[in-house]
């Protein structure tokens, strides 16, 4: 199957610093990326939905200033945490999926902010 | 407003036995479902999926029941093996399988196969 890869599994920063996660599509063109974040015992809950080369579609309730998404490419997007706090810690997976086929999610990234 | 419902945190099967992982869902408009594995620290993998035309789909090992009027679908594992553990997310989405629409994903219960 496809696969999709993202970097840093896990990082830990201070508060008030930013911090930037790496979603790859390894074997195919994603089209289109999305990010999630998974909350402990919760579902995963979708924060954008970004397109190659366009702005992100944001979920109501998901700042976008906080959460800065970049698609520039067909193989990469970028999830940049600004000014990182102790309530973003989480869990955040991306998926991605070409054209209309199926999504494939990443191994996901564990941030702890201190 | 959780859309998609999966009411039991957890689910304990003995190996060889059949596990059933239930999904509740209230939007009228989702006409797709899916369900996914996930292992600790890794993302979830698509496992087997229903448009809403069926009431049934079965994969090997994994079927998976729809019934509309109720908003409730269900994914049997017949039979169970040690490495069926991990968390089951059930997830639906708008406009069938091959659409631009979004998933909304349950809560997840996590299923131990005990050997």
């Known amino acids: 199957g496809a696969v999709v890869s993202q970097h840093p599994s896990r990082v830990i920063c201070k508060s008030g610093t930013s911090v930037k996660i790496e979603c790859r599509s390894l074997?195919?063109?994603?089209?289109?990326m999305f990010w999630y974040r998974q909350f402990p015992k919760k579902s995963l809950m979708l924060m954008a939905t970004s397109n190659e080369g366009s702005k992100a579609t944001y979920e109501q309730g998901v700042e976008k200033d906080k959460f800065l998404i970049n698609h520039a490419s067909l193989t990469l997007s970028t999830l940049t945490v600004t000014s990182a706090h102790p309530e973003d810690s989480s869990f955040y997976i991306c998926?991605?999926?070409?054209?209309?086929?199926?999504?494939?999610f990443g191994p996901g990234t564990r941030l702890t902010v201190t | 407003d959780q859309q998609v419902k999966q009411n039991s945190p957890s689910l304990s099967v003995q190996e060889g036995r059949i596990s059933i992982l239930n999904c509740d869902y209230t939007n009228s408009m989702f006409d797709y479902f899916l369900w996914y594995k996930k292992y600790p620290a890794e993302g979830p993998t698509f496992l087997i999926s229903i448009s809403s035309i069926k009431d049934k789909n079965e994969d090997g090992r994994f079927t998976v029941f729809l019934n509309k009027s109720a908003k409730h679908l269900s994914l049997h594992i017949v039979p169970s093996q040690p490495g069926d553990s991990a968390v089951y997310f059930c997830a639906a989405k708008v406009g069938g399988g091959t659409s631009y629409g979004k998933l909304t994903f349950g809560q997840g219960t996590i299923l131990t196969v005990h050997p």
């Open positions: 074997d195919f063109q994603a089209t289109t």
């Open positions: 998926s991605a999926r070409e054209g209309l086929y199926e999504q494939y």
